[in-house]
């Protein structure tokens, strides 16, 4: 055997955020003694270093854990409630602390990150696939949001906790798109436009999100149950009466993936998601009752419709939302442990009542997607678990936990446009509601 196998064979174990677990060590062991020290810089340098170890050694905890990632979203959780647990016991000096809240608050890593994923998850999809989802599986999504919300608010009402409250702070987030493109914005556009702190919303919302994770994937091997009993409700992973699931077009628009990535294009996609962030905020300076973040999502969606942005830079926008959403997500979620999450909040926020709204809220959306869906023409069971499941789990990692439990990995293109435009969709429509209750 060559020195050159030996060698890959000895570089083929654990890795950690792409570099071996050895070498990883040592820049954590460097990073951490650097904040124990209080030498951790005050700024993106500082920023980057610690919640890039901290999150990927907990995102890589959570991914192991047998029942929380199978159930409970696996390593964004850990991610979240660890660093929020660090912080509330303690075990994270103040410095560090301010370090992250600066990072997250006045440097906006927050913004910087929504940016890219808004950017280059709608300029990412197919373009046909977009337009169909608008005409026929955008309503069944709207049904089981409607459903979702519906049940949230009338059981919030007789139970005692509150109509708008149970709407607004448990079945919206969960219905939401997961955390970075779901509860995260959606604390940034309540606080916003309530006066309320986007730490004490988050706080509220986080533990909604996870419980609706851990129901979603539940209800998808129970519907797959059903399916089986009732074969008139399925289409045993076909979502459209009478007809195959056309994925040849998502299949060509996934080789945007494959395409060679440069540091060129990787610019050209940071330069813009964030010129169409700009956007958003240009909008809402003249339009301020609807949130910019949702303006920006308006602007990049009727820019792909219409084919205005050339496919070289859709794929630049796609490329630059992989990168950060491969190499950031779990420090942006050590920040909303840290900067967002109050662990006292979170833990007061649990309650017989909390669970039985979570409870309602996927029902909700499993039953008003399915009947919709058989308007539109989809078989119940694939229109539950793609428009309502899918909506109300944690996005990637959710749709993907769903769809496995329920036997139909062949759906994600659907599950995708769940996650996507669905999400973008809970954004406009909080604006909206907000507005609409007198909360905004």
Not at 87 to 108: A, H, R
Not at 197 to 222: D, K, R
Not at 301 to 315: Q, S, Y
Request: aromatic fraction near 10%.
């Amino acid at each position: 055997m060559s020195a050159s196998s030996l060698e890959a064979k000895k570089s083929s174990g654990l890795e950690l955020f792409g570099i071996p677990w050895p070498m990883f060590l040592v820049l954590t062991a460097i990073v951490l003694l650097s904040a124990f020290l209080g030498t951790l810089p005050n700024n993106m340098i500082g920023g980057f270093s610690f919640m890039i170890v901290t999150g990927t050694i907990l995102s890589y905890i959570g991914d192991h854990l047998p029942i929380v990632k199978t159930y409970l979203g696996g390593g964004p959780i850990v991610v979240i409630f660890g660093s929020a647990a660090l912080l509330y016991f303690g075990l994270i000096g103040e410095g560090t602390v301010e370090v992250v809240n600066n990072f997250m608050k006045n440097s906006n890593f927050l913004d910087f990150y929504i940016a890219a994923l808004i950017t280059g998850s709608i300029l990412g999809m197919n373009r046909k696939l977009l337009i169909n989802a608008a005409v026929r599986y955008l309503p069944a999504i709207i049904g089981g949001v409607i459903c979702a919300l519906g049940l949230a608010y009338i059981v919030g009402t007789l139970i005692g906790y509150g109509g708008e409250q149970a709407m607004f702070f448990v079945a919206i987030p969960i219905m939401g798109g997961g955390m970075g493109a779901g509860a995260v914005p959606l604390s940034q556009i309540f606080a916003s436009e309530t006066g309320q702190s986007a730490e004490s919303l988050l706080s509220v919302m986080v533990p909604a999100v996870a419980l609706g994770n851990a129901l979603a994937i539940v209800f998808g091997g129970l519907l797959d149950r059903l399916g089986k009993k009732k074969p008139s409700l399925s289409g045993e992973g076909q979502l459209m009466v009478n007809q195959i699931n056309d994925s040849s077009d998502a299949d060509r628009e996934n080789l945007k993936d494959t395409m060679a990535i440069t540091m060129r294009n990787l610019g050209i996609g940071l330069l813009m998601s964030t010129a169409f962030f700009n956007i958003g905020t240009i909008i809402g300076k003249f339009v301020p009752a609807i949130h910019s973040y949702a303006w920006m999502i308006l602007a990049v969606a009727v820019m792909k419709i219409l084919g205005l942005v050339p496919e070289k830079f859709e794929i630049c926008c796609h490329q630059w939302f992989n990168f950060m959403m491969s190499n950031l997500t779990s420090a942006l979620l050590i920040g909303v442990g840290i900067t967002y999450t109050d662990l006292g909040e979170v833990l007061s926020a649990f309650s017989g009542a909390y669970v039985i709204l979570v409870f309602v809220t996927v029902v909700g959306a499993v039953i008003g997607s399915a009947v919709v869906g058989r308007l539109v023409g989809f078989y119940p069971i694939e229109s539950s678990i793609t428009a309502g499941l899918c909506m109300a789990n944690m996005g990637g990692t959710g749709d993907v936990a769903v769809l496995s439990a329920a036997g139909r990995m062949n759906l994600m293109p659907f599950a995708q446009i769940s996650s996507r435009i669905g999400g973008a969709f809970m954004l406009l429509l909080s604006s909206f509601l907000l507005r609409l209750f007198g909360l905004g």
